[in-house]
């Protein structure tokens, strides 16, 4: 419980900044480049937390460092770079799944199963989400000039390129670390869908990243409950009470919900 409230509440925070950046599709992207890495790991030094952890890391890192480097040598964008080489890193570490034994642990990491954390594992989700808060809100003044004038935050010596890098290294850290939460496969919903919902109702980006991560932890910690008492997936539960959230709030939110700009749209004349 303690730790779906921790993973939820920094990807949620997080969310934030993948939204108001529109990143939503290269963090989906960042998603898939995990399994390699634990598929190297497996094959390197067996299957552990940390050696799934580190490598989960490594994998993403080199593949979004790799993506950026290639659209800035050449006429390829970055998100074509990035298409390329998450897809060919996705059939490497399939290829190497088929020639490695695999315990059924693997599919802990695959689809998640937060049940069967360890003391180790809860200490390392809370150190890395700590790093991740702590600089989030250090950085927070910097990030959000970069994220909506970057022209301008560069005319006043704010390290736009740096703080780029800062933020896709921390959006694939909050990947890692909702790994044994939801998977690798499902990752993605918990760096996207709080702060989608908190859209609907946000007035400025410090309520969209504060109301996301408060979202987040709550729903993961609701949906940690509804699995206990449905005998069900925990990470596919989290997974869809955060689409429910998000669907819930583009019904109903009090500033861009549909039903009231539905309900707000004047009839149409007829001639």
């Known amino acids: ?55 989960a890391l490594i994998s993403a890192l080199l593949v979004g460092l790799v993506a950026v480097f290639i659209a800035r040598t050449s006429r390829i964008d970055s998100h074509s770079a990035l298409a390329v080489l998450y897809t060919a890193a996705f059939a490497g570490g399939l290829l190497i799944l088929d020639h490695v ?42 990030l959000l000039l970069f994220l909506f004038e970057p022209t301008i935050a560069q005319s006043q010596g704010v390290p736009v390129r740096s703080l780029g890098y800062l933020l896709t290294g921390l959006v694939i850290l909050g990947l890692v670390v909702s790994i044994q939460a939801v998977g690798c496969i499902l990752s993605v919903a918990m760096l996207v869908a709080p702060a989608a919902a908190m859209l609907q109702f946000a007035r400025s980006p410090q309520l969209l990243v504060w109301g996301g991560g ?31 959230a998000v669907l819930i709030a583009y019904l109903f939110g009090f500033r861009h919900g549909a039903l009231r700009l539905l309900l707000q749209r004047p009839p149409a004349k007829h001639s």
């Open 214 to 244: 408060i979202l987040g932890a709550v729903v993961s910690v609701l949906a940690v409950f509804v699995s206990y008492w449905l005998d069900l997936r925990v990470g596919a539960a989290i997974v869809l009470m955060l689409g429910g």
């Open 101 to 142: 034994p695999t315990p059924m642990e693997l599919e802990h990491w695959l689809f998640g199963n937060i049940l069967a954390l360890s003391n180790a594992d809860l200490v390392m989700s809370l150190g890395a989400s700590t790093l991740i808060l702590v600089l989030l809100i250090s950085f927070g003044r910097p």
């Open 1 to 55: 419980m303690w730790t779906a409230a921790v993973v939820g509440f920094t990807n949620g925070f997080l969310s934030g900044f993948v939204v108001m950046r529109r990143s939503a599709l290269m963090v989906g992207s960042l998603s898939h480049t995990l399994l390699p890495g634990i598929a190297v790991a497996i094959l390197i030094a067996g299957l552990t937390t940390v050696t799934a952890f580190l490598g």
